[in-house]
């Protein structure tokens, strides 16, 4: 289970607060998203949950550990998986980037040979499993940093935009994964900015803007309060112009 | 390409290098700054070790009781007499920089005065010359005269008729060591600072950029830190990797450099070559050796983790790397006798490659060990707490 409460975090040199007052809970076996804007605070937040990041004020709580008390134990318990480039040590090979993350994690080595044969298969990445990671494309790199992520078996999921930049059948397996992951009781907390995926994933959606949670509920909620589909739910509660709103600023009737 | 675009790219390259106010100083003050700063610091120190060498010679001389050579020998300016029955013991034991050895009455005519340097040192063997001019200087001493001599001239010449009425005088030279042994210690004491200081930085630079920002560029810290090894488990792993390649790096030097003298034996210029250090002075050295790696290692390590690229951490490398080569090399011009020793046991890096000079010559006393080693381990600690730190802040784990 993961639980923050009135998490505030201001960067130095800033003016407002990269996320502010942040509360919410994800229970177990539930998919949460947080959705927002680029700059909204999703990693930032990603970022103080995995303990990276000490908070100015607030606290978080990952089954049952404080993470500026107990950090040690807080990784001990979470997954996290950073979108956009995936970090994995290129002269190394699958197996290895996996096996040195489970080295970190103390997983014995028996107990780690069947861990990676079995997230291997799940994420059909056999056939390039010894194979140096410089050398893949994007969507091997980021079934690699999955596995490599999920090593340990943790029972909460962190994952920063885990579909972007992947082809169709890529995201596809992801996103079977991440539902598989679901469905197996764990906790999972994801960000993104892909309308589509949240509709497929979530089931809570966390809308946060300028560091702020705007509204946390189901789907059918938002919709139902909102307007017609989440997009336009989305648009209505950050206040961005639609896709056929543009600014009058910008309009190209003003360049006449 | 044709030119106007070559020159456009170079213009633009030279702009963004421009505005790069770290690069500009590291490339360019910098190295204006390093070396006037070395030459002042050791210009004054040279010059006291020069004058020191002018004034004081120590020769060790083996009558223990009145000798007009003796006699003869205080008169002189520069020189300070030790009068000992054992003087090429004292020699070796560093306590004289010459020994002179005159032989009794008892030995009959054409005695040999023997005049012992210590061939390792280049103030001895310049001792031993000068000892030498003054002896025949004394022993040929014009014995005819002119009225107007001075007292102490008057006492000269009274000290060679004694010594000179009848006997007839060879003088010999001798070195402590054979010649390739002292040649070897000489070119030892000068080369190995040197080699030392650039072999151990340059072999944990090529792996230190990668383990901070490398991290950072290639997006692998994040995944890192989110892991149940603390910092302090990370950063130690990191520098165990350093420090361990810093020391391959330096075997692989010396392994290179003994395959280079095997080649061509006249390497070093001083025909055949002996490693003449053994024993104790080796194990320090490698001690030494060991506890340099430790501080090039933890040092790099701290610019790495603070660097935002791994072509910034190389950049910040530069002045470390020029300022270890600097400090080898500056100390072939200090003389382990000079006033200066001490001041130069507290200076970062010039201490460190001072005390590998004086092992090289067995000259080490056991409190220049011991600051410097104390000094060594002062500094690794102070750029392990800089990588902590470093790697504390968020603003520095985030700076990319």
Known sequence: ?256 | MNKPAVLRIAFKELKDISRDRRSLFISLVFPLILFPLIFGAFESSLLSSKKEGEKNIRIALNFTEKNPLADFLLLQEKITLIQTSTPVYSLSKKEADTAVVIPSAADGKNSIIEITADNSRQKSVSAAAFAEELIAAYLNMDKSGTKNITPAEQTQRDLTESINSETAFLIKRNTLFPPEVGNSMLTLSLILPLLLMTFTSVSTTAVAADLGAGEKERQTLEPLLANPASRIQILAGKFLAVTLMGIAGVISFTAGFIIAYRINPDFFGTGEFVFTITGLPLALLCIQALLLSMIFGSAELALSIFARSVKEAQIMFIPLLMASMACGYSVTMISPQSSAAALFRHIPLVNIAFLVKELALDTASDAAIIITFIWSIIYIAIFLAASIAYFSSEKVILRS
């Open chain 1, 1 to 256: 289970m993961l639980s923050l409460t009135s998490l505030s975090k201001k960067f130095p040199g800033q003016i407002k607060p990269a996320v502010e007052n942040i509360t919410f809970k994800v229970k177990q076996g539930e998919a949460a998203v947080l959705l927002g804007e680029n700059g909204a605070g999703k990693t930032t937040l990603l970022r103080i949950i995995s303990t990276m990041l000490k908070p100015d004020s607030g606290t978080c709580n990952i089954m049952g550990y404080d993470s500026q008390k107990e950090s040690g134990k807080v990784r001990e318990n979470i997954g996290m998986l950073l979108g956009g480039e995936t970090g994995l040590y290129d002269r190394l090979t699958a197996r290895e980037n996996i096996e040195y993350f489970a080295d970190l994690h103390g997983i014995p080595r028996s107990m780690q040979k069947k861990n990676i044969a079995e997230l291997a298969f799940l994420l059909g990445m056999e056939d390039y499993l010894d194979k140096r990671c410089g050398t893949f494309s994007r969507g091997m790199k980021q079934k690699t940093s999955f596995a490599r992520s999920l090593i340990h078996n943790p029972p909460v999921i962190l994952l920063d935009e885990p579909t972007t930049g992947l082809d169709v059948s890529s995201s596809k397996t992801v996103r079977d994964f991440i539902r598989s992951c679901r469905d197996d009781g764990r906790t999972i907390l994801f960000s993104s900015h892909n309308i589509d995926e949240v509709k497929k994933l979530a089931d809570r959606i966390i809308i946060i803007h300028s560091g702020i949670i705007q509204e946390n509920s189901t789907l059918e909620e938002l919709i139902r309060k909102f307007g017609k589909d989440l997009e336009s739910a989305f648009l209505k509660i950050t206040g961005a112009p639609a896709e056929n709103g543009l600014s009058e600023n910008i309009s190209p009737r003003n360049n006449k």
